[in-house]
């Protein structure tokens, strides 16, 4: 068996020799067609919330490089707004996103014109020149400001509420009259920029023979943006092919087609010019879609045994400007989430998605499990504060137990399968908590801060409903596996050659997968969610099943017998209890591709409902009292999803995820003044972990609850990090803060925060 094994990634190689392609690498090599290329630099505005009155591009026209200025009004007629759907019962508003802004503006950095010129420098001096006049409009910069309505962003929309959803299940007024104890938690998640390594880029061309649009793009899958480009240039998706070269991590932040991609292939179909486009670091911190900005006021009625008896949530997110494909969703996955996962009886969850002058809200790694799960635990920390209870035992109380499943969680979800209370003791073990207690009473003696957080989390994962594969059998016995989920750093494939290879009893060498061309293979659904390897992986145990079934069936013709009399081992069958050479894959291959009729296996897995992957994180800090800085000396980090294929990856992704966690948590948050103008566009006012800020102890561990919903009793793992590190951190930082009693501080936790609070009460404490 190659699944269970910790290989190392097939894909590092070219990785490490600085061989691999992205976007910006691209060339005649590539199939580009370079000779006509210009380069795009798109012309934004620089208000939050304005009227264009007019666009003058004559001095930008007038430089010598400049090969066109294109505004809205020459792409109005042609370009249409993003698809948005409702999902899981959300009602959502009709505000769109559009590709680029023709009247009104409604975030500083919305496209507004782009400029094409035959060098990158001459585009960016042509784009300065461009004027566009704004007649400014009152700015909606946050929840309370959209709430009030003075300014609406949307006619047709109003108290500018873009998305509604609530869910109830039994008698919560009742619960919370009888609760012995009632723990209400007001908290706020800023927002966050996903900050990928590789910045938003792509190379637009048009083969006008052909009506054949290609787009090479950095970006999560071709299948969404090729979609996307269909229906914003309302094109045929025949018409369409989407290239996903090397990507530098996009966690979530490239899954929907970004404007500036369509405004791209706009101009190349229209001027018939080969374009290429990259941002700047400032661009993508303002522009591209960011995720969380969740505001929640959760309330938890605690019995007298300390069981949880109900849970109430009034939940608002700042969606900003419009909504792309999927930004509904964000903020509803994280509503369907609000028990965590504790067995509560009586729950209602109710949310407002709001329009804000701000670039609008999409998924970022965990998109929405790490605003519910921050939202759950933090408010059991403050029941546990209230009732005496220490927070591991009034959690060990609650869970759902391990024979419950499958679980109805009364918010739409049924969980699959856990062992909510194995994780959780893990946990505590790894995070040695009774040793940190006993530290921690010591060191507030000597007055010290330490604290230990411990936070359970479940995800849902695996969304999207089915994913495909293609195995082909190809000369020498090989086979070329066609994947629709497409890898931007998870190791696909490294992992799906691992679940091919077991399925067709080969070298995980002899499997080459292949992934990210839209006019290759069999159209697929793409990596997102946490779906890869319980979909994909699925799609491709079947595929690669089949393609061994048919395989036999001219083996047994080629050694003149019954399928049945024959043994098939290491890509061999052989006669049963017979000896010799037998007929191998490759030999099945030399005949059916002599005869023109390949092996082609494709496959489709549909899986009935999402598997909820779980686990539990830890965390210990000690804050400096002095300074407010937090010292964070360990984390833990125990998941389960279900059976893992490749260890060494799963573990991979943990790390990676962990350290976002870490930086939600610590450092990141996007910022905009009272007139919405970003003030954290660059790296110098956007925090990101660096590598002192990475280097905590951390301690992990998988533990395996297989799913019965897809045959490789799988889960996801790519977003786990994310989801358990921010409360577990949390609740670290305020069990250090208890002495100061303080139940709740809102993310991120940086030095000026802390220090501010630790001040505030020392004030407060000296007062006679
Ligand atoms: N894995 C496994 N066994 C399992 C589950 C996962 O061995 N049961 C391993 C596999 O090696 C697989 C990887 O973990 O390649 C991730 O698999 P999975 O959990 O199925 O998630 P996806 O492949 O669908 O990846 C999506 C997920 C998401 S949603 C974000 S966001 C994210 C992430 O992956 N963005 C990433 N990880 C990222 N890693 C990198 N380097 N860059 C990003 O942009």
């Not at 873009?162 to 723990?183: H, I, M, N, P, Q």
């Not at 800090?621 to 998941?639: F, K, Q």
Request: net charge negative.
């Amino acid at each position: 068996m190659y699944a269970g094994r910790p290989m190392l990634r097939r894909e590092d190689a070219a990785l490490l020799r600085g061989d691999a392609r992205f976007s910006d690498d691209l060339g005649a090599g590539d199939g580009v067609p370079v000779e006509d290329l210009v380069h795009m630099v798109v012309v934004r505005s620089t208000v939050a919330h304005g009227r264009v009155r007019g666009i003058d591009a004559s001095e930008a026209l007038a430089l010598p490089g400049t090969v066109a200025v294109v505004t809205g009004a020459d792409l109005a007629g042609t370009i249409g707004p993003y698809p948005v759907s409702s999902r899981d019962g959300s009602a959502v508003a009709d505000a769109p996103a559009r590709v680029v802004a023709t009247d009104t503006v409604r975030y500083v950095g919305e496209p507004v014109a782009a400029v094409l010129a035959r060098s990158r420098a001459e585009a960016e001096d042509a784009a300065e020149l461009v004027v566009v006049d704004y007649e400014p409009l009152d700015p909606v910069v946050t929840i309370d400001d959209a709430r009030r309505a003075g300014s609406l962003l949307h006619e047709g929309v109003p108290g500018n509420v873009l998305v509604t959803w609530s869910r109830s299940r039994g008698d919560v007024e009742g619960a919370f009259r009888s609760a012995a104890v009632v723990a209400r938690c007001r908290m706020q998640i800023p927002r966050l920029a996903a900050a990928p390594m590789e910045v938003r880029a792509c190379v637009a061309a048009y083969d006008a023979g052909r009506d054949l649009l290609t787009l090479w793009a950095s970006a999560q899958d071709p299948w969404r943006q090729s979609a996307h480009l269909a229906a914003t240039l309302r094109r045929d998706e025949d018409s369409i092919r989407v290239v996903i070269p090397e990507v530098g991590g996009a966690f979530g932040s490239k899954g929907s087609l970004a404007p500036e991609y369509a405004i791209a292939a706009w101009c190349a179909i229209h001027h018939g010019r080969t374009v290429r486009w990259f941002e700047d670091r400032s661009e993508n911190l303002i522009a591209a879609y960011q995720g969380r900005g969740m505001e929640a006021d959760v309330e938890l009625a605690v019995g007298a045994e300390g069981r949880f008896l109900a849970l109430r949530a009034s939940l608002a997110a700042d969606l900003g400007a419009h909504l792309y494909p999927n930004t509904p969703n964000v903020a509803v996955t994280t509503c369907m989430l609000m028990t965590g996962c504790y067995d509560i009886e009586a729950v209602d969850v109710r949310l407002e998605g709001f329009a804000t002058n701000k670039v609008p809200i999409g998924p970022y790694r965990g998109a929405g499990r790490p605003e519910a799960a921050f939202f759950v635990e933090r408010v059991v920390d403050v029941a546990a504060a209230r009732s005496g209870i220490d927070p591991v035992e009034l959690r060990r109380r609650n869970l759902v137990a391990s024979d419950a499943f499958p679980y109805d969680n009364g918010l739409g979800y049924v969980y699959d399968s856990g062992d909510y209370a194995g994780a959780l003791d893990e946990a505590c073990r790894l995070v040695d908590y009774e040793g940190v207690r006993a530290e921690q009473r010591a060191a507030r003696e000597s007055g010290r801060l330490v604290g230990v957080g411990i936070a359970n989390y479940v995800e849902r994962a695996a969304p999207g409903g089915w994913e495909v594969a293609e195995a082909r059998l190809v000369a020498g016995g090989r086979v070329v596996l066609r994947v629709g989920s497409s890898a931007h750093g998870q190791g696909h494939e490294t992992t799906f050659a691992q679940i091919a290879a077991d399925a067709l009893g080969v070298s995980p060498d002899d499997v080459e997968v292949r992934h990210g061309d839209s006019a290759e293979g069999p159209r697929g659904v793409g990596t997102f969610g946490s779906r890869s390897v319980t979909l994909g992986g699925s799609a491709t145990l079947l595929a690669c099943t089949e393609l061994l079934a048919r395989a036999g069936v001219v083996a047994s013709s080629l050694a003149r017998c019954e399928l049945g009399d024959l043994d098939y081992r290491d890509g061999r069958w052989f006669p049963v209890g017979g000896t010799g050479d037998g007929v191998g894959l490759a030999d099945v291959a030399a005949a059916t591709l002599d005869a023109g009729e390949p092996i082609v296996a494709p496959a489709r897995f549909d899986i009935e409902a999402p598997v909820f992957s779980f686990g539990t994180y830890g965390a210990v800090v000690e804050i400096d009292p002095e300074t407010g800085r937090v010292d964070l000396r360990r984390v833990v980090a125990v998941d389960d999803a279900g059976v893992v294929v490749n260890p060494l990856l799963a573990e991979g992704q943990v790390v990676g995820s962990t350290v976002q966690g870490v930086g939600a948590s610590l450092y990141e948050e996007v910022v905009h003044d009272a007139d919405g103008q970003p003030l954290s566009g660059s790296f110098v006012s956007y925090g990101i972990p660096d590598a002192p800020g990475s280097a905590f102890e951390l301690r992990t561990a998988l533990r395996c609850t297989p799913s019965p919903r897809n045959p490789l009793g799988a889960k996801g793992i790519g977003e786990a990090g994310s989801i358990g590190v921010p409360p577990a951190v949390a609740g670290a930082v305020l069990d250090a803060l208890a002495p100061f009693g303080v139940e709740h501080l809102d993310p991120p936790y940086s030095p000026e925060r802390i220090w501010r609070l630790v001040r505030q009460d020392a004030g407060s404490a000296e007062r006679p």
